[in-house]
């Protein structure tokens, strides 16, 4: 049986952002939060060993979001996926959507974000360090 676990709509104060006055007055980050567990024949145990405490998944989120300052959202949700796979030993994919509500740009919207998706396999490719450049 394959189960996923949703939290959904963290909120939380953060510093990040690609320019200084985000990074140094701050705003509202919304986290969407989704993970696939490793197979088990049945739930009917009712055993939290099969499972993951959402609490821990909501603090371990929010942990890493406020250990550093991130410029993209990219990055942060990518730290915040892998962070969970390597907390989470029952963890087989991660899926990170973030969202800023007052992102600096000159026209009304709603919310801007990005969503992430990694799998344990994800964990053992070394990144690249190149850069794709685009005009």
Known sequence: MRTSITI???????????????????????????????????????????SVRYDAVVDEAVRIASSRKFQTLEALGETIAAGLLRRFALMETATVAVAKSSPPIAHTIERVGIQISLGRVDLEIEPDNTRMVTA
């Open 8 to 50: 959904t709509g963290l909120t939380t104060y953060g510093y990040h952002g690609l320019f200084e006055e985000e990074r140094s007055l701050g705003q509202r980050f919304t986290f969407d939060i989704s993970a696939t567990l490793r197979e088990v024949r049945t739930h009917r145990s009712d055993d939290l060993d099969c």
